[in-house]
């Protein structure tokens, strides 16, 4: 989970949970906004495209703040695709880097 100050807590929630908080607002999975499984906010957990996150904020006026964000596969187009490294990638350079110093 990352540990930077400005990312808020981030967490997968339950079959249970997700049912319970759609019936709540009469709403489908399609109807949560969407997060792209490559956020950095989801870096460190073991997420899937459908997956329900509850991302937990502090806030000023309502002391604790809770929204809901559906993962979507893909990256957030802002992002260059060159700056996205992929896990496969970076074992690849990490073998790599272990045969170099191997030579």
Do not use: C, F
């Amino acid at each position: 989970m990352p540990k930077h100050s400005l990312i808020p807590k981030h967490e997968v929630i339950s079959k249970e949970e997700v049912d319970e908080l759609l019936q709540k607002y009469k709403i489908s999975k399609e109807n949560l906004p969407k997060i792209y499984i490559t956020d950095p906010g989801l870096e460190g957990l073991e997420v899937k495209a459908g997956d329900v996150i509850k991302i937990t904020r502090k806030s000023p006026t309502a002391g604790t703040a809770y929204y809901y964000r559906v993962v979507i596969s893909g990256h957030n187009p802002k992002i260059k695709e060159s700056e996205i490294i992929r896990e496969e990638e970076a074992l690849e350079w990490e073998d790599e880097e272990e045969e170099e110093m191997e030579e």
